[in-house]
């Protein structure tokens, strides 16, 4: 009897510690706070607006930023020297004006610029955060999208807040670069220890200091009180800031969707069919998002060596067809290897390949064709409609598609097998040169000419477009360029992936240059 | 029949089991003890489970096709950029070389640091595991407290032939709610529950109520599941001619069942239980994301997807520590229960 008591007895105490362990880990974030509230609007009297993170931010040091919810936390926790706008337009961020050349870059720097500690930011703060950023020892995915291949140097001067850069090759497209959120400038603190920079503890000079996190559950920003050399874009929202912004990190769709239809988001971010579920009644702003277009492994012994073969294959692609199949027609059809959003791509639509699906048939028929697509975009429903039409065509079509890390493997590092892939890339410095750069140069894993094209006309007028910052001339180098790739079918341009934002009723927000910046999400009223 | 139930229930209705020979005394005593053979039996099981786990764990992760370092430095960086990295990773260095900082890693008590975010394998865990093994064991407890009276209260209620439809219709339901996927109960739970009725959050871990609607989701099928089986059970132990005499004898209902019909259910039950349990705190990666719950099962997943090896490495190395310990813990209880299986004796 005595036994049975005893182990009823452990049972029940083992039971009330059951009960008592997780009390004691989970609901205690320890010194990182609770961040991440899901249901209230109010933090301590103050006003909420709540957003989502698909997952933890890699590091909040914005040098380190290569995914979206890197982009976010920096642009909340540092301004940048200029900001774009709608068509492409710079506006003043940290910096009032500017000057550039394809080699230099002066900049003035407001006054009242400050740390969110109070210290003062100076020229020369802003020209060491610009070092940092392009160390190679920093390891900044972006480095040489803002700066190019070669060596900058940048150097401040307190007397006249002013930032002059230089770099030993022309890169026209820095002050682009320069409005990307991993150039976020960070203060001195930060540089000094990379550690708490990564970790958030550093001051910033973005209008948000981070307040709590708790990794893998959520964020809470509280909004400077002193914050006031923000960029006035043309648009801004009606109403007021909030006083704190939370990010919950909400990896599934489906999920956030329930989140905003239950009031306990107040914005979401969709590409999948969960978008559906939000009619006119519900704001949202549609963005562009990545741009797919198609590229050919052209080295010898591929099919797509041969320029007939590839425009048989671009004969045989109805690119409507394929953005219905990759993104259920909610896509954008591109025009060339970005979306309109920046500047100089082609304004004309894409004239198709010139050839008819007959002729396209005879050249096709008996080909091996590897195609290699990725199936984190609806499946690999895209590649598979590709597939289709070449099997249709009589060619002998192996579809493989993989997961992200293989595809950037195997595709993009160009080490797999395969004739036929279909570049998805995010483009967020929204400049012909991002996308451009594949296509061009260098076979991987020296360079990064992903399916070895080989084009002297696009190659020339690519560095002739870097070389000058003069609009005009940049324009008509590009659209050269552009019309060197699609001419000679080194491309088939396909469609955008578009994410649509969507605002619960309390919010405001606009998103200037086609993003979306989780600064701009405002208190109505 | 465990040997502490026949003796309790001996008390009441039944024969006395004849005493064991006294026991040994001195280092005889415990190297005679079943439990001493028990524990060097399990510690070289736990041991050999490591090690095969160690090595499995690294060999799984390096026939992982994709380059982690092209994926550690981005879509957009530089051939210059990604062969830094792969240094920096150590993934230039041999595949022997790496297992070698590996173990030695792990002798250190180090799990390494995660390619993609450079924290620390060990605090990617600590922060995870609190709410994976939060949401485990409140669902185990939930699969107990509920699973446990209703298999004994159907099988009570359906004794000898018995409410032929109440049978059949528990059998029907739990068959077919245990059989549904999880998901596909989360889901229903969420557009009912949360979005239909508003009565509960949809997600998060924010707030204690948000609890609810996870727990009852990873719960639901496991609580079929042992409600049939301690159905199924409960019905046998009724049957025994010791539970009739107890019934001839006119013993109180709660006598009756709690006293001597379910201490005799405990062995199945927890054995089953501890493998739920094992299999929810590994397994709860699509309730984790549905619910938006921050546990290690949707961390390991995005690790897989981005091929941060350590991250991978070090949660199912942590995870399998556990599986294991959870085993032994479920047979020192049971050990408890029925001193047999101490020495591979089933219970009758």
């Known amino acids: 009897m005595r036994r049975v008591n005893r182990l009823w007895s452990a049972g029940v105490s083992a039971a009330t510690l059951i009960m008592l362990v997780p009390a004691c880990t989970t609901g205690n974030s320890g010194s990182s706070g609770g961040g991440g509230g899901s249901g209230n609007t109010s933090n301590g009297g103050a006003t909420v607006v709540r957003t989502t993170f698909t997952s933890d931010p890699k590091s909040f040091d914005p ?378 140069g260098d076979d991987p894993p020296k360079g990064r000419n992903i399916g070895g094209t080989q084009n002297p006309e696009y190659s020339q007028n690519f560095l002739d477009a870097l070389g000058t910052t003069d609009t005009a001339e940049h324009c008509a180098k590009w659209e050269a360029a552009q019309n060197a790739l699609i001419t000679r079918f080194d491309t088939v341009p396909l469609a955008t992936v578009p994410e649509k934002s969507i605002y619960g009723k309390r919010i405001s927000a606009v998103t200037p240059g086609g993003y979306s910046d989780p600064t701009l999400l405002w208190l109505k009223g | 029949m465990p040997a502490a139930v026949l003796e309790d229930a001996a008390a009441d209705v039944g024969p006395v089991e004849p005493e064991e020979p006294g026991p040994a005394t001195g280092p005889r005593r415990v190297l005679e003890s079943p439990w001493f053979g028990f524990a060097l039996r399990r510690l070289f099981g736990v041991v050999l489970v490591l090690a095969v786990l160690v090595g499995l764990t690294f060999c799984m992760v390096q026939s992982m096709p994709g380059d982690p370092a092209r994926v550690a430095a981005g879509n957009n960086a530089t051939p210059e950029q990604i062969t830094r990295m792969r240094h920096d990773l150590g993934l230039d260095h041999s595949v022997a070389a790496q297992f070698g900082h590996y173990v030695g890693g792990l002798l250190r008590g180090d799990l390494g640091t995660s390619y993609t975010t450079e924290e620390k394998v060990s605090d990617i865990i600590a922060d995870r595991l609190p709410y994976t093994s939060e949401l485990a064991l409140l669902g185990i407890l939930v699969v107990l407290l509920v699973g446990v009276p209703l298999g004994m209260a159907v099988a009570v209620a359906c004794r000898d032939g018995r409410r032929r439809h109440l049978d059949g219709g528990f059998t029907l339901a739990t068959g077919i709610i245990g059989s549904t996927p999880e998901y596909i109960l989360g889901t229903l739970l969420v557009l009912v529950v949360g979005i239909e009725l508003g009565w509960l959050p949809v997600a998060g871990a924010a707030t204690a109520d948000a609890l609810v609607l996870p727990v009852i989701a990873v719960a639901l099928g496991p609580v079929c599941t042992i409600a049939r089986i301690v159905r199924r059970e409960t019905a046998v132990v009724l049957a025994r001619d010791y539970m009739r005499a107890a019934r001839g004898r006119r013993l109180p209902a709660h006598r009756l069942y709690l006293r001597h019909a379910l201490p005799n259910l405990l062995t199945g039950t927890l054995t089953v239980a501890g493998l739920l349990l094992t299999g929810l705190l590994g397994g709860a990666v699509v309730i984790e994301s549905v619910f938006a719950w921050p546990g290690v099962g949707t961390r390991v997943v995005e690790a897989v997807t981005l091929r941060d090896l350590p991250v991978v490495q070090g949660v199912v190395l942590v995870l399998g520590i556990l599986a294991c310990l959870l085993n032994l813990l479920i047979d020192v209880v049971l050990g408890l229960l029925d001193p047999r299986t101490l020495t591979g004796r089933a219970a009758s």
């Open chain 1, 63 to 440: 040098a380190k930023g290569d995914n979206n919810n890197d982009y976010m936390s920096a642009r909340v926790l540092y301004d940048t020297l200029v900001r774009r706008d709608d068509g492409g337009k710079l506006i003043p961020g940290i910096a009032e004006s500017w000057n550039a050349t394809a080699t230099t870059v002066d900049l003035r720097i407001k006054s009242g610029v400050t740390c969110s500690d109070g210290s003062p930011l100076t020229a020369t703060d802003v020209a060491a955060s610009l070092t940092y950023f392009a160390a190679p020892e920093t390891k900044a995915p972006a480095a040489k999208q803002v700066f190019g291949t070669g060596t900058m140097t940048a150097t401040g001067d307190n007397t006249a807040s002013t930032v002059h850069i230089e770099l030993d090759h022309p890169w026209a497209d820095m002050m682009f670069g320069l409005a990307m959120p991993q150039t976020g400038i960070v203060c001195a603190a930060g540089i000094k220890d990379p550690a708490a920079l990564a970790a958030g503890k550093t001051p910033g000079t973005g209008p948000f200091t981070l307040e709590s996190s708790r990794r893998g559950a959520g964020y809470t920003f509280s909004r400077r009180t002193d914050y006031s050399w923000g960029p006035i874009f043309a648009r801004m929202p009606e109403g007021r800031p909030p006083s704190a912004l939370t990010a919950s990190v909400v990896t599934n769709e489906s999920t956030q969707a329930n989140q905003l239809q239950t009031g306990a988001l107040d914005h979401i971010a969709l590409t999948g069919p969960d978008m559906d579920r939000f009619g006119s009644d519900w704001a949202s702003s549609t963005l562009p998002g990545p741009n797919q277009f198609v590229v050919f492994n052209e080295r010898p012994g591929h099919p797509g060596a041969d320029p007939r073969v590839r425009q048989a294959i671009a004969a045989m692609i109805d690119r409507t067809a394929y953005n219905n199949a990759s993104t259920r027609g909610k896509g954008e059809l591109l025009t060339s290897i970005t979306d309109k959003t920046s500047p100089c791509v082609l304004r004309q639509e894409y004239a198709g390949a010139g050839m008819d699906k007959a002729a396209a048939r005879q050249i096709l028929a008996g080909k091996k064709i590897r195609v290699l697509g990725v199936n984190v975009l609806s499946g690999g429903a895209g590649t598979a409609y590709l597939q289709a039409v070449l099997k249709e065509a009589g060619a002998d079509v192996e579809l493989r598609n993989v997961g992200f890390a293989t595809w950037a493997t195997e595709f993009i590092g160009n080490a797999g097998q395969w004739d036929l892939g279909v570049m998805v890339n995010i483009n967020l410095s929204a400049t012909l040169t991002t996308p451009g750069s594949f296509m061009h």
